[in-house]
């Protein structure tokens, strides 16, 4: 299984921007989803998760600005971001975790500026 990223760039603080990210090949169970980022000098944390029944995770920071979707086939994922601020600039990952497998995507720079 391969992920392929796509999104992100440059925006303005307060503007927008859509993550997404494919899976080419076949899981056996239904993945976990998710998203996470690593500004310059910090650790990567998670920023939204989706799971089976369409459970969704959002870090506190992120909570009522971004959103986490998912393809009907769950083999795709995405993060809407709205309402950009610095303090989310950072590299941008998609995860799926399956049957104890875990799969990361190429990193996508996010950067806002004021």
């Known amino acids: 299984v391969q992920l392929q990223a796509s999104g992100g760039g440059l925006v303005q603080t307060g503007g927008s921007l859509r993550l997404s990210c494919t899976a080419s090949?076949?899981?056996?169970?239904?993945?976990?989803m998710a998203w996470y980022r690593q500004a310059l000098g910090k650790q990567r944390e998670l920023v939204a998760e989706?799971?089976?029944?369409?459970?969704?995770t959002y870090t506190d920071s992120v909570k009522g600005r971004f959103t986490i979707s998912r393809g009907v086939d769950w083999k795709s994922v995405h993060l809407q971001m709205s309402s950009l601020k610095l303090e989310d600039t950072a590299v941008y990952y998609c995860?799926?975790?399956?049957?104890?497998?875990?799969?990361w995507g190429q990193g996508i720079q996010v950067t806002v500026s004021s």
């Open positions: 989706i799971a089976s029944g369409d459970s969704i």
């Open positions: 995860h799926f975790r399956s049957a104890g497998y875990s799969y």
């Open positions: 090949g076949r899981f056996f169970t239904v993945p976990i």
